[in-house]
């Protein structure tokens, strides 16, 4: 079956830099987009960043542009999120995903089958 397991998360000061990785396995990689999601508490799951199946195109949310990066490598099955200049505003459990639906926009929770379990990132001031 497909896993998708998240990990990097932690605690961190504000300013300061993290990277999340995403291995997947089950599915054929490189064929889909994949796709990082964040959720804090009481809020819906948003959209941060999206990569094509050859990493050749990327898009990030505008509260993180500048600041992180997506990114994959298809030989290693695994995608990965720079994270830089963190703010507290950035905790949140930071969750993987692969996009299975592509009649919807990749920004959208719902064009997502595949995700893994989360890994929590929290930025202390």
């Known amino acids: 079956q497909v896993q998708l397991v998240e990990s990097g998360g932690g605690l961190v000061q504000v300013g300061g830099s993290l990277r999340l990785s995403c291995a997947a396995s089950g599915l054929t990689f490189s064929s889909y987009t994949m796709a990082w999601f964040r959720q804090a508490p009481g809020k819906e799951r948003e959209f941060v960043a999206r990569?094509?199946?050859?990493?050749?195109?990327?898009y990030h949310a505008d509260s993180v542009k500048g600041r992180f990066t997506i990114s994959r490598d298809n030989a290693k099955n695994t995608q990965y999120l720079q994270m830089n200049t963190l703010k507290p505003e950035d905790t949140a459990v930071y969750y993987c995903?692969?996009?299975?639906?592509?009649?919807?926009?990749?920004?959208?929770?719902?064009?997502?089958?595949?995700w893994g379990q989360g890994t929590q990132v929290t930025v202390s001031s």
């Open positions: 990569i094509n199946w050859s990493g050749s195109n990327s």
């Open positions: 995903a692969a996009q299975t639906k592509y009649s919807f926009p990749s920004t959208l929770v719902r064009g997502y089958e595949y």
